[in-house]
Structures are given as structure tokens and as C-alpha cells.
């Protein structure tokens, strides 16, 4: 079965940088678009970031871009999430999540249970 298990989250000060992981298992990988979302208390979800299944094309969310790298490694079986110049606003459980396509924005349709990323003095 789709196994998505994230790792890399943790307390930060702002400025700072984190690198999440998302192992992902039970498909095949390389076949589909993949995406880094979030959710903070008392708000909804939002996706954060995509990648096409090669990684030849990317989208961020417009409070990320310049500051997150989404990237992924299909030899690897893992997506990844480089974070920088980190905010306070961005603390949230961050999910990975799979599409049912290969280079859409839309069809997520696994979740993993996520990372916790707390950014705070």
C-alpha cells in the first residue's frame, strides 16, 4: 500500500533552515507529481509546493516563493523540502502528499501524517 512517511521537522529560529524528507512507498515513484502542503492551527490546509514527476516543473505558493525549494529523487524514492529564511508564519505540521497524475497541481489523493515545524525565538 502508498506508504508516505515525512522526517526533518523541529524548532527553528527565524532566519533559520530546515530540510524535510518524504520517504514514500508502495508505487511507483518516479510516475507521479508529488506535493509539500500544510497546516496550521485553527487553518486549513494549503499546498506549499509541487513537483512534476521528473521534477522538470515546479509551483509554490505565493508566501513560500524565493524562500522553499521543493526537489525530489526518483532513484531515491524521496521528495524534499528545503526551507530558508524561515518565519514565524510558517510554523505548521507539514504533509507530503502524491498525485494521481504525473504533472498536474491537482488529484492528491495520499497524505502522509506529517512533520512538525515550529519557527520561534
Known amino acids: 500500500q502508498v506508504q508516505l512517511v515525512e522526517s526533518g521537522g523541529g524548532l527553528v529560529q527565524p532566519g533559520g533552515s530546515l530540510r524535510l524528507s518524504c520517504a514514500a512507498s508502495?508505487?511507483?515513484?518516479?510516475?507521479?507529481?508529488m506535493s509539500w502542503n500544510r497546516q496550521a492551527p485553527g487553518k486549513e490546509r494549503e499546498l506549499v509546493a509541487a513537483?512534476?514527476?521528473?521534477?522538470?516543473?515546479?509551483t509554490y505558493a505565493d508566501s513560500v516563493k524565493g524562500r522553499f525549494t521543493i526537489s525530489r529523487d526518483n532513484a531515491k524514492n524521496t521528495l524534499y523540502l528545503q526551507m530558508n529564511s524561515l518565519k514565524p508564519e510558517d510554523t505548521a505540521v507539514y504533509s507530503c502528499?502524491?498525485?494521481?497524475?504525473?504533472?498536474?497541481?491537482?488529484?492528491?489523493?495520499?497524505w502522509g501524517q506529517g512533520t512538525q515545524v515550529t519557527v520561534s525565538s
Open positions: 502528499a502524491k498525485s494521481r497524475y504525473a504533472s498536474s497541481w491537482s488529484g492528491f489523493h495520499y
Open positions: 508502495g508505487f511507483t515513484f518516479s510516475m507521479y507529481a
Open positions: 513537483i512534476t514527476n521528473a521534477g522538470g516543473s515546479t
